[in-house]
């Protein structure tokens, strides 16, 4: 079944550690997104890639980076987690010429 | 930028009511997307929309682009529709496919 998977589901971390986010999709699709959103707030697109080697920045400022090495592959990373990097992480994925996007079932980060 | 606004807040209804939630885009767009996050996170796409209608069983949604406001209907409301409701614009001449988000609905069905 085609899908997005991302990992871990719940991350709980001390602060200066380097974490990466990990975010896999099985459809193929060129376009991938990272959005931010904090309990009970809209999402903010922090990062997305048209395909391999491509990747912006979004709306939202993001002390993090990403990378698209495979289609299918599309970490982030924080070099030095914070406190303000708590927040929950959804990557997202849409192919050429669809009009839908999937969503992962997100990253709930807590840097403490 | 883009604003887009989202009414109501919170929403609560008894099981089998009917409700129409609005989304209010303060500029033109090429791409408009529901969708519905349950309680467990989870996002999932209800509609691609930018204008018409459309219906998918219980849901039905209308973009008036001219008037730039889109509504979200859900007839026989059912307690595993709760959660929160967003709606997105893109505005993207590049087709990047780059969404900007609403506060969401926040809709609880009661049975």
Same mark, same amino acid.
């Given at each position: 079944?085609?899908?997005?998977?991302?990992? #871990?589901?719940?991350?709980?971390? *001390?602060?200066?550690?380097?974490?990466?986010?990990?975010?896999?999709?099985?459809?193929?699709?060129?376009?991938?997104?990272?959005?931010?959103?904090?309990?009970?707030?809209?999402?903010?697109?922090?990062?997305?890639?048209?395909?391999?080697?491509?990747?912006? !920045?979004?709306? @939202?400022?993001?002390?993090?980076?990403?990378?698209?090495?495979?289609?299918?592959?599309? #970490? @982030?990373?924080?070099?030095?987690?914070?406190?303000?990097?708590?927040?929950?992480?959804?990557?997202?994925?849409?192919?050429?010429?669809?009009?839908?996007?999937?969503?992962?079932?997100?990253?709930? @980060?807590?840097?403490? | 930028?883009?604003?887009?606004?989202?009414?109501?807040?919170?929403?609560?209804?008894?099981?089998?009511?009917?409700?129409?939630?609005?989304?209010?885009?303060?500029?033109?767009?090429?791409?408009?997307?529901?969708?519905?996050?349950? #309680?467990?996170?989870?996002?999932?796409?209800?509609?691609?929309? #930018?204008?018409?209608? !459309?219906?998918?069983?219980? @849901?039905?949604?209308?973009?008036?682009?001219?008037?730039?406001?889109?509504?979200?209907?859900?007839?026989?409301?059912?307690?595993?529709?709760?959660?929160?409701?967003?709606?997105?614009?893109?505005?993207?001449?590049?087709?990047? *496919?780059?969404?900007?988000?609403?506060? *969401?609905?926040?809709?609880?069905?009661?049975?």
């Amino acid at each position: 079944e085609a899908d997005i998977y991302q990992t #871990p589901r719940y991350l709980v971390i *001390g602060t200066g550690k380097k974490i990466t986010l990990e975010c896999s999709q099985t459809m193929g699709h060129d376009k991938m997104y990272w959005y931010q959103q904090d309990p009970g707030m809209e999402l903010h697109l922090i990062h997305y890639s048209y395909g391999v080697n491509s990747t912006e !920045k979004g709306d @939202l400022s993001s002390e993090s980076t990403v990378s698209r090495i495979r289609t299918e592959h599309f #970490p @982030l990373t924080l070099e030095s987690a914070r406190p303000s990097h708590t927040s929950q992480y959804l990557c997202a994925s849409r192919g050429t010429g669809s009009y839908g996007y999937t969503f992962g079932s997100g990253t709930r @980060l807590t840097v403490v | 930028g883009i604003q887009v606004e989202q009414s109501p807040p919170d929403l609560i209804l008894q099981e089998g009511a009917n409700s129409t939630l609005r989304c209010n885009f303060s500029d033109s767009v090429n791409n408009l997307q529901w969708f519905h996050q349950n #309680p467990w996170g989870q996002l999932i796409n209800l509609f691609y929309i #930018p204008s018409g209608t !459309k219906q998918n069983g219980r @849901l039905s949604a209308t973009t008036v682009a001219t008037e730039r406001y889109s509504l979200l209907y859900i007839s026989s409301s059912q307690t595993t529709d709760s959660g929160v409701y967003f709606c997105a614009v893109g505005v993207s001449a590049r087709n990047t *496919g780059k969404l900007i988000f609403g506060q *969401g609905t926040t809709l609880q069905v009661k049975p």
